[in-house]
């Protein structure tokens, strides 16, 4: 009888069970198969009473998951567990256990940080039992977050009809508000610098008047700027020129929050996107003679490199940059925080180069590889060197400063300069006691400026700062408070909604000793106290519930309801005032008399775009390009709903040369929907966004639509008042009519 083995990804099973042989059979448990039942004194899933005792119950939608791992379990000689190498895998292990009744002393736990053939077969040499103080970590972070989630969002729910609030989301949250009150009470700052330009040997360079008799100039009006300009003459003296060599170190390999922000500097990737790239790298490729993973497990706080890796990536610099480029292994600093359990997110292999991989993977998954890849290789390189000059002048009293450099040795930068912005600048030789006369002198008046909005790298780097979450959830948090509509995206940056800062304000009120960086950060050392076995779970918990609770009640008590925002115009149907609403795809507009009154306003819909192709199932409409209400590209028959034809990937105008059937986009190429044929994109087709990875993060998204899903949508929102639905978890309104007798008011929703 074979072993069996469960993963988390089906996409790691297959690569796992090439590697294990005949011997072993690799079944996925497609995540969590278990999670808090929504039971029990206010749905918690939990007894606070009774030692906070959680009432799991498996996810109906795992049912035939678990019926497969069952009957496989029955027949297996062993069964080993090899879910991801964190708390979350350790807890699903667990979860696992449970349900298969397996026996919590064997050693049947197997951890590996890259999905390659030898760590795969060296983790299962060395199986270790189920780690209880994880699973204890883990299990107490989701109690604390249904308990936090569920009794704030149903207060925030009845008092400010905001949907939904929790333990980090909210901190976050709180970070956008106040970075937008700074903005708002910021008053610009009138300040004045003056530079002079110099003309040397045919070469011109600038440099900034920076003291008065020794002391820093400050220019705060045009005024003092034109007297130190009437008290200038027209010679300056060079009084000193020195040189020395300068070294710039590499930056430390990733971490999963520098790759998130450093992949949305460097590529405008989202975090989200960022993070399903690397999964997809990290669980395995299809390469022309094998199956493997082309990075290790992407979540970490670590930028450690493990010997086994460093001393071939050592060898490979030399061989191929030369032993000059040979750097060393340089210690980062670690947070007081961080969990060190995994190494640095670098390649499985340094020898797989970027170049060897990239038509295995898509544009998306090649670019971040290349990244993943050069920023390791560089961290093991040697120092860049420039040599720099600074030059001082003085005129009347004034001193000026410029300074210029020039590289030297390229170091590092060899393998990352394409990612690093380099300044050189040389300077013409010039001599202490040398006199130069001002080709020009230019005053320029400045305003300062207000503190910039976060964005998505700004803000996982300001939460990582104050040790706030973990960067494995930064992505999922983000997602929150925008799909909540407590933030909006403006150029790429966070702007906080009436309803957000209405929200931070009331959780400020009434939950400020608990709703706050400090305690959040708190809570996540607590944890790792937990993880490490220093610290009991029901002890934390019944200290947090403690201070939690007493609030919770003040705040149901005290709080004042606040009414749904007018906008100011009647209803056209009954006269009564129109107010905002939130539902499931955002804000909108509706009758503050519902349910009696149940008008909502129309939304303006962006008319979809033409693309010349004939739909080819009716042969009388086009077919356009629409996007679902979540913003992803698709393309169906205009004719809809009377022609439902929809698919993904972009159709060209030209029939196929050998059916005539349709052509679509699909990666660099251009294929037939009916036949084999397909050619090579053009330039103008090759820069358009690519489908195949619209569709790829489509289908890796949490909220899937399929194509039917999607006109379901369509139709919802562009027909007026023709259907209601409740949130049954939220009791939120999501749309009114006045065909559906079963309506509920949030309000009624929530006292049931």
Not at 53 to 81: G, Q, T
């Amino acid at each position: 009888m074979k072993n069996l083995v469960i993963v988390e990804s089906p996409a790691k099973s297959k690569t796992i069970e090439k590697y294990l042989g005949k011997d072993f059979i690799v079944l996925s448990s497609v995540g969590h198969i278990r999670d808090l039942a929504k039971t029990g004194k206010e749905r918690l899933g939990i007894d606070v009473e009774n030692k906070f005792a959680p009432n799991y119950k498996e996810s109906p939608d795992k049912k035939d998951v678990i019926k497969e791992l069952k009957k496989a379990a029955r027949k297996a000689d062993h069964v080993y567990l090899a879910t991801d190498p964190d708390r979350e895998g350790e807890a699903i292990s667990w979860h696992l256990a449970e349900v298969l009744k397996l026996k919590l002393d064997q050693e049947n736990r197997v951890v590996f940080n890259e999905i390659t053939k030898d760590a795969v077969l060296a983790a299962f040499e060395q199986p270790r039992q189920i780690d209880m103080n994880l699973v204890h970590s883990q299990e107490s972070r989701r109690l604390l977050d249904r308990i936090i989630g569920f009794k704030l969002s149903r207060l925030l729910k009845k008092k400010i009809s905001s949907p939904s609030a929790g333990r980090v989301q909210s901190v976050a949250l709180q970070l956008i508000v106040e970075r937008e009150r700074e903005i708002e009470a910021f008053i610009p700052r009138e300040y004045w610098d003056i530079a002079v330009e110099f003309l040397v040997n045919e070469q011109t360079f600038k440099a900034d008047i920076t003291k008065f008799q020794g002391k820093k100039l400050t220019l705060d009006n045009e005024n003092e700027t034109n007297a130190v300009l009437a008290a200038l003459g027209a010679d300056y003296t060079v009084t000193k020129v020195a040189q020395r060599k300068t070294k710039k170190q590499p930056k430390q390999p990733f971490t999963t929050s520098t790759l998130q922000q450093e992949a949305a500097n460097k590529l405008g990737f989202a975090a989200r996107r960022t993070m399903q790239l690397a999964q997809k790298l990290y669980e395995g490729v299809q390469l022309e003679d094998e199956q493997v993973g082309l990075i290790t497990y992407m979540r970490t706080d670590s930028t450690r490199l493990s010997d086994n890796f460093v001393a071939p990536t050592l060898g490979y610099i030399e061989a191929t940059y030369g032993s000059e480029y040979v750097g060393s292994v340089r210690g980062g600093k670690v947070k007081e925080n961080a969990q060190d359990a995994h190494e640095a997110i670098r390649p499985t292999d340094i020898t797989r180069t970027p170049l060897s991989i990239k038509k295995y993977v898509t544009p998306s998954e090649y670019k971040l590889y290349r990244f993943i890849w050069s920023r390791t290789i560089a961290a093991l390189m040697a120092d860049a060197q420039s040599q720099t000059t600074k030059v001082v002048m003085e005129n009347n009293g004034y001193e000026l400063n410029v300074s210029g450099s020039v590289p030297s040795f390229d170091g590092y930068l060899v393998a990352y300069g394409e990612y690093e912005t380099t300044k050189s600048e040389q300077l013409p030789a010039l001599a202490v006691g040398e006199v130069l006369p001002a080709q020009s002198v230019m005053p320029a008046q400045h305003f300062t400026n207000p503190p910039a909005r976060f964005s998505e790298a700004t803000l996982i780097k300001m939460l990582e700062e104050l040790g706030i979450g973990r960067p494995s959830t930064y992505t999922a948090i983000l997602g929150t408070i925008v799909a909540r509509g407590y933030v909006t995206l403006e150029e790429k940056r966070f702007k906080p909604t009436y309803q957000g800062t209405l929200t931070t304000d009331k959780l400020r009120e009434y939950f400020t000793n608990f709703i706050n960086v400090e305690y959040t950060a708190n809570m996540e050392h607590d944890l790792d106290l937990i993880a490490q076995g220093e610290e009991e779970s029901l002890e934390f918990l019944q200290r947090f519930y403690d201070v939690f609770a007493p609030l919770v009640e003040n705040a149901y008590e005290n709080m004042e309801k606040v009414p749904p925002r007018e906008t100011g115009e009647p209803c056209p149907e009954c006269g009564k005032p129109l107010v905002y609403r939130r539902g499931r795809f955002g804000e909108f507009v509706a009758c503050s008399g519902f349910p009696e009154c149940t008008y909502i306003q129309k939304k303006a819909q962006e008319p979809p775009k033409s693309t010349g192709v004939t739909c080819p199932k009716c042969h009388e409409g086009e077919i356009v390009e629409r996007k679902t209400r979540r913003g992803k590209l698709f393309f169906s028959c205009s004719r809809y709903p009377d022609c439902d034809f929809a698919m993904w990937e972009r159709p060209i105008v030209e029939p196929c040369p050998q059916c005539q059937g349709m052509l679509v986009e699909k990666g660099k190429n251009i294929v037939c929907k009916e036949c084999d044929f397909t050619r090579p994109k053009t330039m103008e087709e090759l820069d358009r966004l690519d489908p195949k990875e619209v569709a790829f993060e489509a289908e890796k998204q949490a909220e899937v639509e399929t194509i039917s899903e999607l006109f379901a949508e369509e139709q919802a929102v562009t027909q007026n008042g023709e259907h209601v639905e409740i949130d049954a978890e939220t009791g939120e309104v999501v749309m009114q009519t006045a065909k559906t007798s079963e309506v509920e008011t949030t309000e009624q929703s929530e006292k049931e």
